[in-house]
Protein backbone atom coordinates (compact mmCIF):
# COMPACT_ATOMS: atom_id res chain seq x y z
CA UNK A 1 0.00 0.00 0.00
CA UNK A 2 3.02 2.54 0.16
CA UNK A 3 3.73 2.60 -3.68
CA UNK A 4 0.22 4.26 -4.00
CA UNK A 5 -0.67 7.41 -4.70
CA UNK A 6 -2.97 9.84 -2.43
CA UNK A 7 -6.12 9.16 -3.37
CA UNK A 8 -6.72 12.95 -2.86
CA UNK A 9 -4.25 13.45 -5.91
CA UNK A 10 -5.14 14.84 -8.56
CA UNK A 11 -3.94 13.52 -12.35
CA UNK A 12 -0.88 15.32 -13.76
CA UNK A 13 -0.92 15.81 -17.44
CA UNK A 14 -3.80 13.40 -17.86
CA UNK A 15 -2.18 10.38 -15.81
CA UNK A 16 -1.30 9.20 -12.01
CA UNK A 17 1.71 11.77 -11.04
CA UNK A 18 4.01 8.59 -10.74
CA UNK A 19 3.72 7.74 -13.87
CA UNK A 20 5.70 10.46 -14.53
CA UNK A 21 8.67 8.48 -13.83
CA UNK A 22 9.05 5.89 -15.82
CA UNK A 23 7.82 1.96 -15.03
CA UNK A 24 11.54 0.43 -14.45
CA UNK A 25 12.89 3.60 -12.61
CA UNK A 26 9.65 3.16 -10.18
CA UNK A 27 9.82 -0.15 -9.42
CA UNK A 28 13.63 -0.07 -8.86
CA UNK A 29 12.60 3.22 -6.21
CA UNK A 30 10.77 1.12 -4.75
CA UNK A 31 12.91 -1.92 -4.38
CA UNK A 32 15.35 0.69 -3.04
CA UNK A 33 16.98 0.55 0.60
CA UNK A 34 16.32 4.02 1.25
CA UNK A 35 12.92 3.96 -0.17
CA UNK A 36 11.57 1.06 2.29
CA UNK A 37 13.14 2.42 5.32
CA UNK A 38 13.29 6.39 4.97
CA UNK A 39 10.22 7.03 2.53
CA UNK A 40 6.98 5.48 4.23
CA UNK A 41 4.66 7.51 5.50
CA UNK A 42 6.67 10.58 4.71
CA UNK A 43 4.36 14.18 4.41
CA UNK A 44 5.20 17.19 2.66
CA UNK A 45 7.43 18.76 5.92
CA UNK A 46 8.82 15.06 6.25
CA UNK A 47 10.14 15.07 2.72
CA UNK A 48 11.41 18.91 3.13
CA UNK A 49 13.16 17.44 6.10
CA UNK A 50 15.00 14.43 4.36
CA UNK A 51 15.61 17.22 1.71
CA UNK A 52 17.92 19.28 3.97
CA UNK A 53 19.95 16.06 4.46
CA UNK A 54 20.47 15.24 1.17
CA UNK A 55 24.52 15.72 -0.47
CA UNK A 56 23.65 15.31 -4.37
CA UNK A 57 21.26 15.34 -7.13
CA UNK A 58 20.98 12.57 -9.47
CA UNK A 59 19.31 9.72 -11.01
CA UNK A 60 20.27 6.58 -11.35
CA UNK A 61 24.13 5.29 -10.91
CA UNK A 62 26.28 2.31 -10.24
CA UNK A 63 26.13 -0.89 -11.90
CA UNK A 64 22.29 -1.66 -11.22
CA UNK A 65 20.96 1.49 -11.65
CA UNK A 66 20.62 2.45 -8.05
CA UNK A 67 17.94 5.66 -7.39
CA UNK A 68 19.61 8.24 -5.64
CA UNK A 69 18.19 9.47 -2.57
CA UNK A 70 17.24 12.85 -4.55
CA UNK A 71 14.86 10.59 -7.23
CA UNK A 72 13.09 8.43 -4.39
CA UNK A 73 12.12 12.18 -2.56
CA UNK A 74 11.32 13.09 -5.76
CA UNK A 75 8.93 10.21 -6.28
CA UNK A 76 7.75 10.44 -2.54
CA UNK A 77 6.48 13.98 -3.77
CA UNK A 78 4.62 13.07 -7.15
CA UNK A 79 3.06 10.41 -4.85
CA UNK A 80 1.76 12.46 -1.82
CA UNK A 81 1.22 16.03 -3.98
CA UNK A 82 2.01 18.71 -2.07
CA UNK A 83 0.06 21.70 -2.29
CA UNK A 84 1.52 25.15 -4.24
CA UNK A 85 2.18 26.85 -1.57
CA UNK A 86 4.76 24.14 -0.08
CA UNK A 87 6.58 23.63 -3.08
CA UNK A 88 7.04 27.45 -3.84
CA UNK A 89 8.55 27.51 -0.16
CA UNK A 90 10.80 24.54 -1.65
CA UNK A 91 12.01 27.23 -4.52
CA UNK A 92 12.24 30.00 -2.02
CA UNK A 93 14.39 28.22 0.26
CA UNK A 94 18.16 30.08 0.51
CA UNK A 95 19.38 28.14 3.09
CA UNK A 96 19.38 24.51 1.53
CA UNK A 97 20.33 24.18 -2.10
CA UNK A 98 18.98 20.49 -2.71
CA UNK A 99 15.76 21.32 -1.22
CA UNK A 100 15.58 24.30 -3.68
CA UNK A 101 16.86 21.83 -6.27
CA UNK A 102 13.96 19.23 -5.53
CA UNK A 103 11.22 21.92 -5.37
CA UNK A 104 12.16 23.25 -8.89
CA UNK A 105 12.26 19.30 -10.76
CA UNK A 106 8.89 18.53 -9.34
CA UNK A 107 8.08 21.34 -10.19
CA UNK A 108 9.22 21.24 -13.90
CA UNK A 109 7.40 17.43 -13.94
CA UNK A 110 3.75 18.74 -12.89
CA UNK A 111 3.71 22.59 -13.37
CA UNK A 112 1.83 24.44 -15.85
CA UNK A 113 4.34 26.23 -18.32
CA UNK A 114 4.31 29.90 -17.28
CA UNK A 115 4.09 28.54 -13.54
CA UNK A 116 7.17 26.99 -14.58
CA UNK A 117 8.76 29.35 -16.27
CA UNK A 118 7.61 31.99 -13.68
CA UNK A 119 9.39 30.15 -10.82
CA UNK A 120 12.38 28.69 -11.93
CA UNK A 121 13.93 31.77 -13.91
CA UNK A 122 15.02 33.12 -10.68
CA UNK A 123 17.46 30.31 -10.01
CA UNK A 124 19.33 31.68 -12.71
CA UNK A 125 20.91 34.11 -9.91
CA UNK A 126 21.33 31.30 -7.88
CA UNK A 127 25.22 30.36 -8.82
CA UNK A 128 25.95 27.66 -5.85
CA UNK A 129 27.47 24.44 -6.41
CA UNK A 130 25.73 21.87 -6.31
CA UNK A 131 27.10 17.79 -6.36
CA UNK A 132 25.51 15.72 -9.47
CA UNK A 133 25.70 11.83 -8.93
CA UNK A 134 26.35 10.19 -12.48
CA UNK A 135 25.85 6.75 -13.42
CA UNK A 136 29.65 6.31 -13.65
CA UNK A 137 30.88 8.99 -11.18
CA UNK A 138 30.31 12.33 -10.29
CA UNK A 139 30.25 16.34 -11.58
CA UNK A 140 30.35 19.32 -10.40
CA UNK A 141 26.80 21.42 -11.79
CA UNK A 142 25.50 24.75 -10.39
CA UNK A 143 21.78 25.85 -9.87
CA UNK A 144 21.88 28.35 -13.00
CA UNK A 145 22.60 25.51 -14.73
CA UNK A 146 20.21 23.15 -13.39
CA UNK A 147 17.45 25.80 -14.28
CA UNK A 148 18.70 25.87 -18.12
CA UNK A 149 18.47 22.06 -18.36
CA UNK A 150 14.86 21.73 -16.60
CA UNK A 151 13.76 24.69 -18.93
CA UNK A 152 15.36 23.21 -22.23
CA UNK A 153 16.11 19.47 -21.58
CA UNK A 154 14.26 16.74 -22.37
CA UNK A 155 15.53 14.70 -20.00
CA UNK A 156 16.60 15.19 -16.62
CA UNK A 157 17.87 12.65 -13.92
CA UNK A 158 17.36 9.84 -16.76
CA UNK A 159 13.40 11.37 -16.39
CA UNK A 160 11.30 12.20 -19.01
CA UNK A 161 10.40 16.11 -19.01
CA UNK A 162 6.71 16.73 -20.52
CA UNK A 163 7.01 19.06 -23.28
CA UNK A 164 7.50 22.49 -21.83
CA UNK A 165 6.37 24.67 -24.99
CA UNK A 166 9.07 27.89 -26.43
CA UNK A 167 8.74 31.38 -24.64
Same mark, same amino acid.
Given at each position: ????? !? ?7 ? $? ?8 ? $?????? !??? *?? %?? #? ?6 ? !?? /? $?????? %? /?? @? ?7 ? +? ?7 ? %? ?5 ? #? ?19 ? /?? *?? =?? $??? +? /??? *? #??? #? ?5 ? =? ?7 ? @?? %??? *?????? !? ?8 ? @? ?7 ? =?
Amino acid at each position: MANVT !DPLAHSVHG $TNPQNLVEYI $TRQKIY !DSL *YW %KE #ECFGLSAS !DV /A $TKATDL %K /AL @GGSYGGNNK +PTRFLCLAL %KLLQIQP #EEGIVEEFLENEEFKYVRALG /AF *YL =RL $TGR +P /AEI *Y #ELI #EPLFNDF =RKLRFREST @GW %KVT *YMDELA !DELLTSDRYC @GIALPHLPK =R
